[in-house]
């Protein structure tokens, strides 16, 4: 995979290149600015109205300012600043290939296909304008046009995961039926089916089913999908048993819940949405091409092709969400949201893409924001999953009270808690814990380990509370041993057995367990705290203080910070009848996944 990312990075530009052959005279310099410089420039009121003065200036600083927007993100301004270069060297190919780049890249599909008309005028056999040319013949529904476009990019030009698909969608936009050369993967098996679909082949999709199944990397959505083809099929009790399957493994996923209950209760369920057309497939491919690229962290890749996908097909909404995504992961938070609210409400992924704007806004602090956001929500649509998210807000923010309120109003609202949302119980029953309502905790966090009896997360909190409480010692130890045998790289569920070994007083074996929660996580200072007190019981003082002192410089926890200043000033023997009072307060610390 590795290669093959960094095959599709250099096609597009995003490798490292040999120097421009812009004309000499026309960059150089501009005053007190390097070109070096730019690498070591943050995003500042001063550094963007710098480089807007140079656009005013200098051939040279329109460069550089595009140079410095692409690299903050902003491609759509970088597009605007390489076209101010382009003007005065309009036959430079490296320049054009560029403009053509940025432009895909920022939306601006129309531009960046006229701007590959030029490069091919210059370079006819270069990859990435055939392409976009052949793209937007299958927008033009012009399939034999594509065709020729497709045979005549260079050999080993696209890489052979994206050839075999263009193809064998030219030729179905034909009605030619050749699907010869998909079957090396999931997502080429994926398209065959799509294509057998729409070419009325049928009988082959059973066996294709059949053939991804077994194929090299496949993964829980890849059951998913196929369970949903079965389902589209009529083959309901083999969907059924892959959904099973999937969702003993993802138990945080909702919607296979949701399918399970639906096909077990007999009901209708539509999961998968055939393709009416050959760029409805072609859409669909350069979707999951960017997918790849976006989870090997090619972002710059990725966005090429999910715009290649949002130009064949306006209403691919996944294409939508992932640049969001990416959006925020490289912290341009406004334009994420705003990929968020492009989605309609009369789609049928409104409500979730309003849930992630308001996690965005949660993000960036403005939680009022969020909490409106969520709470219009559910006051028009009725979404449970919106005051969910609310509640999870307050829980985040130590609003305790609020949060319980919240989750009380969902409660009333499903009527009962099933298992579909068995988390409710866990995030309510933290809150219980942390308001210092242990009863109704302990209820929550019972239920919600019957509905999910091995997740490894409940398990900690339960334990963890109970040995944190000095009670039911024993079924603690052995929740969390059960946990730690699941999630044995997880800092805080190691913390917990060693800690629940140190309450029940087998000290040496508690020691080995938090040095190496401490190694997985170094600056907790709970963790280093709990090392600290295991430490002092088998002798080591000197490492015990130093441990404490650890703890103590990096907590926020006042009451932790007073109960370590006095093991500091007089060692454990003092105060070893004082309850613990080090539980651990980030809530969302043991369910990173309820975020």
């Known amino acids: ?209 059949e053939q991804a199944m077994t194929a090299h990397g496949l993964t829980f959505k890849d059951i998913e999908r196929i369970a949903d083809i079965y389902v589209y099929t009529g083959k309901t009790n083999k969907a059924l048993e892959l959904y099973i399957k999937a969702y003993e493994e993802w138990p945080e996923n909702t919607e296979l819940s949701k399918k399970i209950t639906a096909l077990e209760n007999k009901q209708p369920l539509k999961s998968f949405i055939p393709v009416k057309t050959p760029e409805q497939g072609v859409a669909i491919a350069m979707y999951e091409m960017a997918m790849l690229l976006y989870r090997e962290q090619g972002d710059d890749s990725a966005r090429i092709f999910a715009n290649i996908a949002l130009f064949l097909d306006s209403e691919l909404t996944n294409t939508h969400f992932m640049l969001a995504h990416i959006a925020a992961r490289n912290e341009r938070y406004d334009e994420a949201i705003a990929h968020y609210r492009a989605i309609m409400p009369d789609n049928t992924n409104y409500l979730e893409a309003r849930r992630l704007a308001a996690g965005l806004l949660e993000d960036t602090n403005n939680i009022e924001g969020a909490l409106i956001e969520l709470e219009t929500l559910f006051k028009k649509h009725n979404d449970i999953d919106a005051l969910i998210q609310a509640g999870d807000i307050y829980r985040r923010n130590e609003e305790f009270s ?28 933290m809150s219980y814990e942390q308001n210092g309502q242990w009863n109704k905790a302990e209820r929550d966090l019972k239920a919600a380990l019957a509905f999910q009896p091995e997740h490894p997360l409940i398990m900690n909190y339960l334990g963890y509370a109970w040995a944190d409480k000095g009670i039911n010692l024993k ?32 000290y040496s074996e508690a020691v080995p367990n938090l040095e190496r929660a401490v190694e997985l996580l170094p600056y907790d200072p709970v963790i280093n705290d709990h090392l600290g007190d295991a430490y002092w019981q088998v002798g080591r003082r000197m490492e015990a203080r130093f441990q404490w002192l650890r703890a103590k410089n990096h907590s926020k926890d006042q009451k932790l910070s007073e109960s370590i200043v006095q093991k500091l000033d007089s060692g454990l023997h003092i105060i070893n009848t004082v309850k613990e009072a080090n539980s651990k307060t980030d809530t969302d610390i043991v369910n990173p996944q309820n975020n």
């Open 1 to 209: 995979m590795n290669s093959f990312i960094t095959f599709i990075s250099c096609l597009i530009g995003a490798c490292p290149a040999p120097a421009t052959d812009i004309k000499t005279e026309q960059i150089q310099s501009p005053p007190a600015v390097e070109l070096s410089d730019v690498n070591s420039l943050s995003e500042s009121p001063f550094e963007l109205n710098l480089f807007k003065n140079f656009e005013q200036k200098s051939v040279a600083g329109n460069y550089l300012a595009a140079q410095f927007a692409q690299r903050q993100h902003d491609w759509k301004q970088a597009s605007h600043y390489i076209h101010n270069v382009r003007m005065e060297d309009q036959d430079n190919l490296q320049l054009l290939s560029k403009a053509m780049i940025l432009n895909m890249g920022s939306g601006q599909s129309a531009k960046a296909i006229n701007i590959a008309h030029d490069v091919l005028e210059i370079e006819d056999n270069n990859a990435l304008a055939l392409l976009f040319l052949a793209i937007q013949a299958f927008h033009e529904k012009d399939y034999s046009q594509a065709s020729i476009l497709i045979d005549s990019m260079p050999e080993d030009s696209l890489s052979s995961f994206i050839i075999p698909l263009l193809t064998s969608w030219s030729k179905a936009g034909i009605g030619e039926y050749d699907t010869t050369n998909l079957h090396t993967n999931t997502i080429h098996i994926y398209h065959a089916i799509l294509i057998s679909d729409l070419l009325n082949e049928k009988g082959n999709i059973e066996r294709l089913l």
């Open 402 to 429: 609020k949060a319980i309120a919240t989750y009380n109003h969902v409660e009333e609202t499903l009527g009962t808690i099933s298992k579909e949302y068995w988390f409710l119980n866990y995030v309510r029953g």
């Open 475 to 506: 079924q603690s130890l052995e929740l969390i041993r059960k946990a730690a045998s699941i999630e044995k790289s997880d800092g805080y569920i190691i913390d917990s057995l060693g800690w629940v070994l140190y309450r029940t007083g087998k």
